[in-house]
């Protein structure tokens, strides 16, 4: 009996690098270093990236998982669903044009999870940020706009989670087209300002800032918020 668990478990194990292996595969095709996403050519391999939505549909996280080898999981599934979304819509110039039933594009329930249908607030809201009180998710999730972190140009996993999420949070910071940082002065992504409580439970908003920022901000920096593009991030 053990050894048919054990057998059950590498299998199940297996299939896990598999699929996240086609999608990481899809990512490096489709999306440069900058986040820029071709999605023209991503839609003539929408099979490849069905099978991994396959694969997400019949696949809930089990409970000797770590931390990161979760959320690696559920960011994974909502950036999958989110490109879904726009190759379903494409060609468009926001994911704003997105509605269904008078309803968004992070209110359409569509993702399916181990069994389940997710809309892609409830994957973010309900499941990232309520479970793992992690900021750094926000540099994971991609709202495919030009304005949000730069979508990854690889999967995430377990073992490259933690380094990731911080190189990401890096560019984002230093990223002048979406933050602009000065030692007195600040004009910020409105992620910081929608998500502050998740940016400030550890300490405040300049605290977290510099500890990826390349400029050192003063305590007493004058803070402002950029106006938000959300035009598709399209190579």
Known sequence: MKKVLYLLSFLFLSNTFAQTAVFDSL?????????????AAFKKDENKLQSYLDYL??????????????????????NAYTIKLILDHYPLKSILKIKKKGKDAWNITFAKVGGNIYTLNEIEHEILRKKFNDPKIHVGVNCASASCPQLGNFAFTEANYHAKTTELMKKFINDPSR??????????????EWFK????????LISFLNKYANTKINKGAKISHLEYNWNLNEK
């Open 27 to 39: 990512l490096k095709k489709h999306v440069d270093t900058d986040g820029n996403v071709n999605y």
């Open 179 to 192: 933050n602009k940082i000065a030692e007195n002065i600040l004009f910020l992504s409105k992620i910081f």
């Open 57 to 78: 549909a019949k696949t809930s996280p089990a409970d000797t998982w770590s931390k990161n080898r979760e959320k690696a999981f559920w960011i994974n599934a909502y």
């Open 197 to 204: 409580e998740d940016f400030t439970k550890k300490g405040s």
